[in-house]
């Protein structure tokens, strides 16, 4: 199976910062790739399909890019609403995972 | 509107048999490129994807729990079901399913069931 790994786990960032969030797969996926955010409670948000196209409603302050197997989540000013779990999630090939998670909290 | 709704029991005992539904409205799952999967976090841990059923009936389970997965559709209910055998208290987890679509990931999700397992 495809093992999909985040770096870093946890980032302590403050509000105003540029965040940068890696996923890496373990044999290339393409560019299909999704990223999501978790809060608790909650279901997981949708943010970004296809590596770097932004889902309807997310604001443009996410960005995504990268292929084949690597690929970036770019926060670039960090708002009080984005501290948060993030996940990068392959749907290439039959068989789908999650990254382990990145949490993003305040510095 | 699409919305899915996740149900089943809140407590199953070990070695159990766990069945979730998810009941789903807004959409065909009889169209081309639609699945949906089912996905589990258990609690301070991670996403973990276990399966999905496409349009087609195409099944697909995660390699780590496939022999103790079946998931299957019924789509005049519009639903889909997840069977999993013999849980053990490291199955105890937040249960969601979500709708896959065209070249999106998982775009629409439920709002996810709880399940704890006893021993």
């Known amino acids: 199976d495809i093992q999909m790994t985040q770096s870093p786990s946890i980032l302590s960032a403050s509000v105003g910062d540029r965040v940068t969030i890696t996923c890496r797969a373990s044999?290339?996926?393409?560019?299909?790739l999704a990223w999501y955010q978790k809060k608790p409670g909650q279901a997981p948000k949708p943010l970004i399909y296809?590596?770097?196209s932004l889902e309807s409603g997310v604001p443009s302050r996410f960005s995504g890019s990268g292929s084949e197997t690597e690929f970036t989540l770019t926060i670039t000013s960090l708002q009080p609403d984005d501290f948060a779990t993030y996940y990068c999630?392959?749907?290439?090939?039959?068989?789908?995972?999650f990254g382990q998670g990145t949490r993003v909290e305040i510095k | 509107q699409v919305t899915l709704r996740e149900s089943g029991p809140a407590l199953v005992k070990a070695t159990q048999t766990l069945t979730l539904t998810c009941t789903f409205s807004g959409f065909s799952l009889s169209s081309s490129a639609m699945s949906v999967s089912w996905i589990r976090q258990p609690p301070g841990k991670a996403l973990e994807w276990l399966a999905r059923i496409d349009w087609d009936d195409d099944k697909f389970y995660t390699t780590s729990l496939k022999t103790r997965l079946s998931i299957s559709k019924d789509t005049s209910k519009h639903q889909v079901v997840l069977k999993m055998t013999n849980v053990d208290p490291a199955d105890t987890a937040t249960y969601f399913c979500?709708?896959?679509?065209?070249?999106?990931?998982?775009?629409?999700w439920g709002q996810g069931t709880m399940v704890a397992v006893s021993s």
């Open positions: 044999q290339s996926i393409g560019d299909w």
């Open positions: 999630q392959n749907y290439n090939h039959y068989f789908w995972a």
């Open positions: 296809r590596a770097s």
């Open positions: 979500a709708r896959k679509y065209g070249l999106h990931g998982f775009d629409i």
